[in-house]
């Protein structure tokens, strides 16, 4: 083709149309046949070493601590983990393009949510683009929560809600209690064209994650999404709990006695000032009504104790997986997916480790840090929900009364 053009051009009358046409469709002929023979390079040369000198090539050679400490979960819980998602997140490789495997996906989604690192950042130790690692985590993220959300996190029955309020009278002896309820601002960037909606009473920009725990620091139920603006009591009284509570929904069990006691008392949430007073939601007594009652103080110190537990549990969440140690610079939908396949995974693991994380005790004071508490909420509240609180604070300094409580109360605790 190329000697055919030359030849065109020695034996061709320029000043002729037809002779000049000729010549360009020659030449336009011959261009286009050079570009097919083109082999085309789909991509770099050090994207191509992803198999040989890749990170999650290199974590084959870690020891057990350091494969535990590097995916936040051992390699006996990777591998349970990775045989119930890996069906969702299982696609053919093309021709051009070789498969990314199951478990190089999930380790790509675990590294992430153990370091916090960029998209990009990941993408080159990973060596894979940062576009890619960004379907990864939203791909890995939803398989997650859609295969062990079942079982982990499950919607919880009246039973469930009986298991969970003797766990709190056993371990932390507040009887009737069904969950430790909080919400905190996870910070986010500020999403495009959004205004002041995710603008916060911190200056930053935030969604909220509004959880119940459990008496072993495991989520109960998340809710997640609220814009960060809403700082009061509208976060929760807009949530899914506070309309299921509303509505009697929630399969709480009926009110019955309680050991020892006088009085049917409900099941009860507890949560801190941020929450108004409800019959199912207990929150303390107000400083103004403690200073000099002694009653009083005890009350808030006994749901002060059951209520620590979903502190420790967003301490525990937030020093296992750096992720929420950075604001998320993500879209507002992966941050959701993120985030419920977070609590979902430490549920897993609060049941499956056979031992007692060390890291559990060490991180529960590093809260203050990283999710930001809800404000205060001045709501009004129901004259019943100040009957069934009263019935609680007689019934801790009757028959419900532990020995260690006065010495705690003289030690300023409550």
Not at 64 to 89: A, L, S
Not at 106 to 118: E, H, K, M, T
Not at 218 to 242: A, E
Not at 303 to 324: D, K, M, N, P, W
Request: net charge positive; aromatic share 12%.
């Amino acid at each position: 083709m190329q000697y055919f053009t030359i030849c065109a051009m020695e034996d061709t009358d320029l000043s002729s149309d037809s002779d000049l046409d000729a010549l360009i469709n020659c030449t336009l002929l011959y261009a286009a046949t050079k570009f097919k023979r083109k082999k085309r390079i789909w991509k770099s040369s050090y994207l191509r070493k992803r198999e040989t000198h890749g990170e999650f090539r290199l974590t084959s050679e870690f020891s057990d601590d350091q494969f535990t400490n590097y995916f936040r979960m051992n390699r006996m819980q990777f591998e349970e983990v990775h045989n119930t998602i890996q069906n969702k997140i299982y696609h053919e490789g093309s021709r051009a393009h070789k498969e990314i495997t199951t478990k190089e996906k999930l380790a790509v989604f675990l590294r992430y949510l153990a370091s916090g690192n960029s998209y990009k950042s990941i993408g080159y130790s990973y060596r894979l683009g940062d576009r890619t690692v960004s379907k990864i985590v939203n791909e890995v993220s939803a398989a997650i929560w859609e295969c062990l959300q079942q079982t982990f996190l499950p919607d919880p029955t009246e039973e469930l809600w009986k298991q969970i309020a003797k766990e709190f009278e056993q371990r932390w002896q507040f009887p009737h209690c069904v969950g430790s309820i909080d919400g905190k601002h996870i910070v986010v960037k500020k999403p495009a064209k959004s205004g002041s909606s995710y603008f916060n009473y911190k200056h930053t920009c935030s969604i909220v994650l509004m959880a119940t725990v459990d008496a072993n620091y495991k989520f109960i139920t998340v809710d997640i999404g609220s814009m960060g603006r809403f700082s009061d009591g509208n976060i929760f009284s807009s949530s899914i709990l506070y309309k299921k509570i509303q509505n009697k929904t929630l399969k709480l069990p009926e009110p019955d006695m309680i050991s020892g006691g006088e009085k049917e008392l409900p099941y009860v949430f507890v949560g801190d000032e941020a929450f108004p007073l409800l019959e199912n939601l207990m929150r303390p007594y107000p400083k103004r009504k403690v200073t000099a009652n002694y009653e009083n103080k005890v009350f808030n110190y006994r749901l002060s104790r059951a209520r620590q537990t979903v502190e420790c549990a967003f301490g525990i969440l937030a020093g296992r997986f750096h992720v929420f140690r950075k604001p998320f610079e993500i879209k507002l939908a992966s941050v959701d997916n993120v985030v419920k396949a977070a609590c979902v995974l430490h549920n897993y693991l609060r049941m499956t480790s056979t031992a007692t994380n060390v890291e559990d005790i060490a991180d529960e004071e590093l809260l203050s840090d990283q999710l930001t508490s809800i404000r205060y909420n001045n709501s009004r509240n129901s004259r019943n929900a100040f009957l069934v609180r009263e019935n609680y604070t007689h019934y801790f300094n009757t028959t419900g009364a532990v020995q260690w409580q006065r010495d705690s109360i003289l030690r300023g605790k409550y």
